[in-house]
């Protein structure tokens, strides 16, 4: 079994900061990649940022320079520090863990529930 808590989502002004955390319980012996994704009212999910166990980071072209993903491994916990939040970035926040390996069994994609972000203009 796997569970995951989200927290830090809330509503904020343009050009604030928030940060997410995602912290991940069970019986996990390891995670390949962590990561997040956000998905606003009539669209698709779509990828904010990932960060593989080696720390290798990813990030959609609308986020650079301003997100930040972070990970840590001994916590299973994955963090998304959001600086300069524009308005566009009003969607619910979900994270991933992809490639979990429990104690029983192998997890390709573990979805957590979201949390909203709201940025007002």
């Known amino acids: 079994q796997v569970q995951t808590v989200v927290s830090g989502g809330g509503l904020v002004q343009a050009g604030g900061s928030l940060r997410l955390s995602c912290v991940a319980s069970?019986?996990?012996?390891?995670?390949?990649?962590m990561g997040w994704y956000r998905q606003s009212p009539g669209s698709e999910r779509e990828l904010v940022a990932t960060?593989?166990?080696?720390?290798?980071?990813n990030y959609a072209d609308s986020v650079k320079g301003r997100f930040t993903i972070s990970r840590d491994k001994a916590k299973n916990t994955v963090y998304l520090q959001m600086n300069s939040l524009k308005p566009d970035d009003t969607a619910a926040y979900y994270c991933?863990?992809?490639?979990?390996?429990?104690?029983?069994?192998?997890?390709?994609?573990?979805w957590g529930k979201g949390t909203l972000v709201t940025v007002s203009s």
């Open positions: 960060i593989t166990s080696g720390g290798t980071t």
């Open positions: 069970g019986s996990i012996r390891s995670i390949n990649d």
């Open positions: 991933n863990l992809h490639g979990v390996q429990t104690t029983l069994h192998y997890i390709i994609d573990y």
